[in-house]
Nanobody, 123 residues
């Protein structure tokens, strides 16, 4: 049973930073992709980025490119999303998700999801 647990959300002022963590268990994730998504109130869940566990290949949505950075610690089975220069429009519930060994930005391609963590950016 794959389990993903996010942490690190909170309230931050515009221009500030937060780091989200996603602890994974229940499977060997060395060949997986870990995706990050977010959902703002009244909006659909959208792709933020994805990183390959094996080689660290990273893909970002244009809206966060240059501000957000993904990383992973294979020994800890934990993925991270470092968010800098945060804007009020980054306010959302952030989710990590896992899928098999090929990259995808599509929400429907990820079978495993965490519970989400709230990020609120005040202006």
């Amino acid at each position: 049973q794959v389990q993903l647990v996010e942490s690190g959300g909170g309230l931050v002022q515009a221009g500030g930073s937060l780091r989200l963590s996603c602890a994974a268990s229940g499977h060997t994730f060395s060949t997986y992709y870990m995706g990050w998504f977010r959902q703002a109130p009244g909006k659909e869940r959208e792709f933020v980025g994805a990183i390959g566990w094996s080689d660290g290949s990273a893909y970002y949505a244009d809206s966060v490119k240059g501000r957000f950075t993904m990383s992973r610690d294979n020994a800890k089975n934990t993925a991270y999303l470092q968010m800098n220069s945060l804007k009020p429009e980054d306010t959302a519930v952030y989710y990590c998700a896992a899928k098999g060994p090929t990259y995808s930005p599509r929400r429907v391609d990820y079978p495993y999801w965490g519970q989400g963590t709230q990020v609120t950016v005040s202006s």
